[in-house]
């Protein structure tokens, strides 16, 4: 397929996945923030916007609304991703399914008219995770399982091991000791597979099972899974650029479940990097081959 | 209060009735739902929460705890040695004629001497403020999943009314149950198996059922999913037959196990109860604690808590008349019109006659049912409950009486109330009659932490953040990555667009 095609599926994946986990992350935020006031309303809204890299300044709930849903032109914001991935989708529209892309146009519109209230955000912001839903169905009733999808699988894929690592790093459970590990569990919607393990609601157990479950789809270990699948049935020879993930994983598969939290904190950071040097690597290998012209104005 | 109720007030009353479509549509599609006449509706939440101070909440606590630990004592006395009836402090007729002292729990002692693992004592406020106790719920309590998702509705759809208080979380109620029915696994378990038994979707509080199920991670079985086989409780699983150790059963004792009691019912498991008696099995709560919040044994539980405590109660009743004493039964037949009357054996407000409210046929058909049946109903005064501002269906706020449940959970060591509570609201106007199944609603509740007030000094300062402690390194804050800007390039876009107009001149 053509390297252009493949890196819009790439990115597809990535902002789409981006979107729905920024989403979910602010309506939780928001929920523990309203009932919880550990912080003030300026160190609650850093906290998340440094969680999600954000360059803003939020020093009042709603200011925090406003910054983490944005504007088109920050893929780093709610609305950004939304852009982002439309604008991906508008270059392969030759490429996906047409309902696909009408899910995505009216997710966008509705994304750009209804902006959320910064009193009050959760209808909005829950309309809008269903619209992603609807994406994310329509990708799995009808996409063709060629390359193209092991693309958008490995866009996907690195994305929530990005996020999730973002969120056990961040600290909800050492900032808001009594709600901080449910919000982590609720914004990457775990809590009914956290508590069907009979394990206790506390940060450790938390983490560990956000690092090393076996069976949830946002697990680090069940990413780095699917993402080295992914690029195996790209290209099963050229194991080097699958071998840093594929490393991971495999230390993920033998570590003992119950490390300490040092340990843990070591393999957050270890997958951050880990996504970086993956996509670079992907990037190289199949968006860029070697010898490709870039003319300077 | 004032400046909870002020920044409501300020949303005006289009504002309220938006807000109220706003949660309507969130509980529905949540899917928050009880079942009333076979219809599934929506538990409605008033957008007013009740709020109780830090201090009154420890009497409450404390007050809820003793109750429990005498009744715990009376039920292990009743269905053991019966000092209780020997020292002569509850006639034996009494016991004996309750519909809910089932002689099939005679001889099963719970493993960890537990038999009411999870109570709701319903609290009213009277006239001079004072709390009492209306009723002991011992059975199945329900309305527990209500307080944690009024909490979070609560927050979804008036998010302001929280920012200037410090309110208890109740959240980890889910995780006190479980440990709880985990502590009272029997004997020689190590890791035992926990399930719920529901009669299924109809019942009206299924909802809860499958929310408690969920929040603790456990099966929700059914009657068809056990089968009992030498002693021991299984249910069935693809894996093939896997022991029961608890079972937390949300439904009657009536129906529990064919063998023992309605020979007819479909709901339970055959043999469950002998199950039990082996001490193989764990029923929570225990069969057979009817007896102890049966409302003819309510006006005892005082002269209960000095028996087995030796404490003065901390919580008083409502003043009940037994109507088995003639000259009692005699007076509450005059002054009817200024009592409430109601079955001993009911619940959810079926059967209550208010006398205030009732005409005279009414009257005088219950003065002919009790003249009858005096052990089966009791008279109590009309107690005015307290009201709490309550927002109506046009958007106005004006009082509604209430009532509260608190939720307590029993492991063997220590008795845990929930801090919260369901508070339950009567819409009609002048209405006493609370119950969901009645027509009521309910309220957010909430405690105070202690020293909220001062909540603001007590904050963090930003610099003590945590995500800038020393355990968070540089990649994690790094930027996130993007992708090439596939149309957003200004060079690529002009050129394109120029191509465009280019092919649109030839052509």
Same mark, same amino acid.
């Given at each position: 397929?053509l390297?252009?095609?493949?890196?819009?599926?790439?990115?597809m994946g990535r902002?789409l996945?981006?979107c729905?986990?920024?989403?979910?992350?602010?309506?939780?935020?928001?929920?523990l923030t309203?009932?919880?006031?550990?912080?003030d309303?300026?160190a609650?809204g850093?906290?998340?916007?440094?969680l999600?890299?954000l360059?803003?300044?939020s020093?009042t709930?709603a200011?925090l609304i406003a910054?983490?849903y944005?504007?088109?032109?920050?893929?780093s914001t709610?609305?950004?991703?939304l852009a982002?991935?439309r604008?991906?989708?508008?270059?392969?529209?030759?490429?996906?399914?047409?309902d696909?892309?009408?899910?995505?146009?009216?997710?966008y519109?509705?994304?750009i008219s209804?902006?959320?209230?910064p009193?009050?955000?959760g209808?909005?912001l829950r309309?809008q995770?269903?619209?992603?839903?609807i994406?994310n169905?329509?990708l799995?009733w009808?996409a063709?399982?060629d390359s193209?999808y092991d693309?958008?699988?490995?866009g996907?894929?690195l994305?929530?091991?990005?996020?999730?690592?973002?969120?056990?790093a961040?600290?909800y459970?050492?900032?808001?000791?009594d709600?901080?590990?449910v919000?982590?569990?609720?914004?990457?919607?775990a809590?009914g597979a956290?508590?069907?393990?009979q394990?206790?609601?506390?940060?450790?157990?938390v983490?560990?099972?956000l690092?090393?479950?076996?069976?949830?789809?946002r697990?680090i270990?069940?990413c780095?899974?699917t993402?080295?699948?992914a690029m195996?049935?790209?290209?099963?020879r050229d194991?080097?650029?699958?071998r840093?993930i594929a490393l991971l994983?495999?230390e993920?598969e033998f570590?003992?479940a119950?490390?300490?939290?040092s340990?843990?904190i070591?393999?957050?950071?270890?997958?951050?990097d880990v996504?970086?040097?993956?996509?670079?690597?992907?990037s190289n290998e199949?968006?860029r081959?070697?010898?490709?012209i870039?003319?300077?104005a | 209060?004032?400046p909870l109720?002020s920044?409501?007030l300020s949303?005006?009353?289009?504002?309220?009735?938006d807000?109220?479509k706003i949660r309507?549509?969130y509980l529905s599609?949540?899917?928050?739902t009880?079942?009333?006449?076979g219809?599934?509706?929506?538990?409605s939440?008033d957008?007013?929460?009740?709020?109780?101070h830090a201090?009154?909440?420890?009497?409450?606590?404390?007050g809820?705890k003793q109750?429990?630990?005498a009744?715990?004592l009376f039920l292990a006395d009743?269905y053991?040695?019966?000092?209780?009836i020997?020292d002569?402090?509850?006639?034996?007729?009494l016991?004996?004629?309750s519909?809910h002292?089932l002689?099939?729990?005679?001889?099963?002692h719970? =493993?960890?001497g537990v038999?009411?693992h &999870?109570?709701?004592?319903d609290?009213?406020?009277?006239?001079?403020?004072?709390?009492?106790?209306?009723?002991?719920n011992?059975r199945?309590?329900?309305g527990?999943s209500?307080?944690?998702e009024?909490r979070?509705?609560l927050?979804?759809?008036?998010?302001?009314i929280f920012?200037?208080f410090?309110?208890?979380?109740v959240e980890?109620?889910p995780?006190?149950l479980l440990?709880a029915?985990?502590?009272a696994?029997p004997d020689?378990?190590?890791e035992?198996?926990?399930?719920?038994?529901?009669?299924g979707i109809?019942?009206s509080?299924?909802?809860e059922?499958?929310?408690l199920?969920?929040?603790?991670?456990?099966?929700?079985?059914e009657?068809r999913?056990?089968?009992?086989?030498?002693?021991y409780?299984?249910m069935?699983?693809t894996?093939?037959?896997?022991? &029961?150790?608890?079972?937390?059963r949300?439904?009657d004792?009536?129906y529990l196990d064919?063998?023992?009691f309605k020979?007819?019912?479909?709901?339970?498991?055959?043999g469950?109860?002998n199950?039990a008696r082996a001490g193989?099995?764990?029923?929570?709560? =225990?069969?057979?604690?009817?007896?102890a919040d049966?409302k003819a044994?309510?006006p005892y539980v005082?002269k209960?808590?000095?028996y087995y405590?030796?404490e003065?109660?901390i919580?008083?009743?409502?003043?009940t008349?037994?109507?088995?004493?003639p000259d009692v039964?005699?007076h509450?037949k005059?002054?009817?019109?200024?009592m409430?009357v109601k079955?001993? =054996?009911g619940?959810?407000g079926?059967?209550?006659v208010?006398?205030?409210?009732?005409? =005279?046929?009414e009257l005088?058909?219950i003065s002919k049912?009790?003249?009858?049946?005096?052990?089966?109903?009791i008279a109590?005064?009309?107690?005015?409950?307290?009201?709490c501002p309550?927002?109506?269906?046009?958007?106005?706020?004006?009082?509604r009486?209430?009532?509260?449940r608190p939720?307590?959970?029993n492991?063997?060591?220590?008795?845990?109330?929930?801090?919260g509570?369901?508070t339950?609201v009567?819409l009609?106007?002048?209405?006493?009659?609370?119950n969901?199944s009645q027509?009521g609603g309910?309220?957010?509740?909430? &405690?105070?932490?202690?020293?909220?007030e001062s909540?603001?000094?007590k904050k963090?300062?930003i610099?003590e953040i945590?995500?800038e402690?020393e355990?968070?390194?540089?990649?994690?804050?790094a930027?996130?990555e993007?992708?090439?800007?596939v149309?957003?390039?200004?060079?690529?876009?002009?050129q394109?667009?120029?191509?465009?107009?280019?092919l649109?001149?030839?052509?």
């Open positions: 397929m390297s252009r095609l493949a890196e819009s599926f790439f990115w902002y996945e981006r729905e986990a920024t989403t979910r992350l602010l309506i939780e935020h928001h929920q309203v009932q919880q006031h550990t912080l309303d300026a609650s850093t906290f998340l916007t440094t999600l890299a360059d803003a300044n020093s709930p200011d910054s983490v944005g504007s088109e032109s920050d893929p709610i609305l950004g991703t982002a991935t604008n991906n989708a508008r270059a392969i529209r030759d490429a996906i399914p047409g696909l892309y009408e899910a995505l146009n009216s997710a519109f509705a994304g209804e902006v959320p209230n009193g009050l955000p209808t909005v309309a995770i269903h619209r992603l839903a994406i169905g329509i799995e009808i063709p399982r193209s693309f958008l699988q490995l996907r894929s994305e929530r091991l990005d996020l999730t690592a973002r969120l056990i961040a600290g459970d050492r900032t808001w000791p709600q901080g590990p919000t982590m569990l609720r914004s990457v919607d809590l956290f508590v069907r393990g394990i206790p609601l506390d940060g450790p157990h983490r560990t099972f690092i090393s479950d076996r069976t949830f789809p697990s270990y069940f780095c899974q993402a080295e699948a195996r049935r790209l290209k099963d194991d080097h650029i699958f840093e994983r495999s993920l570590s003992n119950s490390s300490a939290e340990d843990q070591s393999i957050v950071n270890r997958t951050v996504v970086v040097k993956t996509s670079l690597n992907v199949f968006f081959p070697v010898g490709s870039i003319w300077s | 209060m004032l109720l920044n409501l949303l005006g009353s289009a504002g309220l009735v807000r109220g309507d549509s599609t949540q899917g928050i009880f079942t009333l006449s219809k599934e509706r929506p538990l939440v957008l007013v929460p009740r709020v109780i201090g009154e909440w420890e009497i409450i606590s404390a809820v109750r429990i630990k009744l715990e009743v053991g040695e019966q000092g209780v020997r002569g402090v509850v006639p034996r007729q016991i004996t004629s519909e002292f002689r099939e729990a005679y001889g099963i719970p =493993a960890n038999r009411i &999870v109570a709701g004592i609290l009213i406020r009277d006239e001079a403020g004072q709390l009492r106790v209306l009723e002991d011992l199945c309590p329900s527990v209500y307080v944690l009024n979070r509705t927050a979804h759809v008036v998010p302001e920012s200037n410090q309110v208890r979380s980890e109620y995780e006190h440990n029915l985990r502590a696994a020689g378990v190590v035992p198996t926990v399930a719920i038994l529901t009669p109809h019942n509080a299924h909802f059922h499958a929310f199920a969920r929040r603790m991670g456990i099966e929700l079985v009657g999913d056990l089968f009992c086989k030498g002693g409780l299984y069935r699983t894996g093939g037959p896997m022991p &029961v150790h608890v079972l937390y949300r439904i004792d009536e064919p063998m023992q020979p007819d019912s479909i709901l339970g498991v055959p469950i109860l199950v193989n099995v764990t029923l929570a709560n =225990a069969v057979g604690n009817g007896v049966d044994i309510y005082p209960l808590i000095r405590l030796d003065e109660p919580l008083p009743n409502v003043e008349f037994d109507l088995q004493d039964l005699s509450v005059k002054n009817l019109a200024e409430v079955p001993v =054996a619940s959810g079926y059967g209550l208010i006398g205030p409210k009732a005409t =005279a046929q005088s058909d049912v009790i003249s009858e049946n005096p052990r089966g109903w109590q005064p009309v107690v005015n409950l307290s009201t309550t927002v109506l269906a046009d958007g106005e706020v004006a009082p009486h209430i009532d509260l939720f307590a959970v492991d063997g060591k220590e008795i845990w109330v929930l801090p509570g369901l339950r009567a009609v106007e002048g209405s006493l009659v609370v969901s027509g309910s309220k957010d509740t909430w &405690v105070l932490a202690d020293g909220s909540k603001r000094s963090r300062e610099k945590s995500i402690s355990t968070i390194e540089v990649p994690v804050l930027d996130r993007v992708g090439p800007e149309l957003t390039s200004t060079r690529l876009k002009q394109e667009e120029q191509q465009q107009q280019e649109g001149s030839t052509c």
